[in-house]
């Protein structure tokens, strides 16, 4: 049976919509093995009806704008939602595959004009494909390199050895120049290409676990130090350290912390992402903090959802909540309380030019825009200029850019073109993924400008450190 044969008039169950729509795109039509979601929280159809199928989020759809198919919109992939939920298609390898192009940045939920919480349908979707649709064995085997390696700091610190050696022998050139990893794994020459400099400071983990404030104490704050921020960004959290400490924060540091669990969540591992999730709210149980601090926007955003992630877990869903509530982005933190400290001239004598790229998991996500630039302009003798297409995702979207490598490349170069437009001797990032595919296609394109977290210039401007080169 064809879905053209069916009667929508005569089956209340399957409105017109969907089968119109399916008729235009006839590789989702087989009704052969139909599997629907299954009953572990499914997408909503409530929150299905609430599309009028108006198309505003095509244009800002990232994947829609590289690949052009209806069905790899917001809108479109709503479509297929009620559509597997009232049985007219299958959740299949097929109709999967529109789900995992998705990079979620969530920049259809801001501009959507109905309030469509597509958030969270696409969050409870992909949980039903990592439970129902088997993966390819390429497609699994980098999927658990990934989930078992990245969310734990313990297991990525001995790669740091033969990583710095992989490095300073220059194996990294030879084999990004030969383009021998793309011929066998397009994906691991993605991951490859985003490995970022291995330096000294990657090394250290011997963070202490009360920091005192500077001067006067104004809050006591938790810090969340990260999984690859940890290892990757050490000179990021330091800076936010000092950062926060010199504004009179007191800052507490849990040893037993471990990934906020953003990594798994966007990706459907549900299991693995609860076990995080509950493990960084008991790690910082009972340290009396008036606030927890993140300086990573895709972290972020998962901190703040704890409450919704862990709302039918009867033993941690108010736990969450409390949790959630106090979590704060470092620079929204500091732009609502207020700098105290006297800032300097990052420049001597000299004017910098800079760009802030917005982190969609911080635009979109939190609704934290306005903040950063607060905080940059506050800089002496620094100008912020603004990219067009700021809204628009770099590709990076947590492991977006090593599972989808083509769509993830084609919207880091737009990205960099865009903040190189700018005309800006600096671009600053918020966010660990964001800077690594920036920095890639920056590389790409043979342009050396500067990259750096706004922290990192917020530290320097702090300390008075003038530095050479820096533009």
Known sequence: MQIEDINTENNPTIPAKNSNFLQQNPHLKSLANNLNFDSKNPPSPELIDACVHCGFCLSTCPSYRVIGKEMDSPRGRIYTMNAINNGVVSLNQTSSQHFDTCLGCLACVTTCPSGVKYDKLIAATRPQVERNIPRSLPDKLIRTLIFNLFPYPNRLRPLLIPLFIYQKLGFNKLIRGSKFLDKISPRLAAMESILPEITIDAFQDDYPTTIPAQGEKRYRVGFILGCVQRIFFTS???????????????????????????????????????ALAKQMIDSFTNTGVDAVIINAAGCGHTLKEYGNILQDDSEYCEKAKEFSNKVKDVQEFLANVGLTTKLFPLVEGEELTIVYQDACHLLHGQKISLEPRKLLRQIPGLKLREPIDAALCCGSAGVYNMLQPEIADELGQQKVENLLHTGAELIASAN????????????????????????????????????????
């Open 432 to 471: 660990p993924g964001c800077y690594l595919q920036i920095k890639k296609h920056l590389d790409l394109q043979g342009k050396k400008t500067m990259l750096m977290h706004p922290m990192e210039l917020l530290d320097y401007s702090i300390r008075g450190v003038k530095q050479e080169g820096l533009i």
């Open 236 to 274: 990021v959290n330091m800076a936010t350290i000092r950062v926060l400490t010199a504004n009179g924060c007191e800052v507490v540091i849990p040893k037993n912390q471990g990934c906020c669990a953003a990594l798994p969540e966007h990706q459907g591992q549900t299991e693995q992402a609860h």
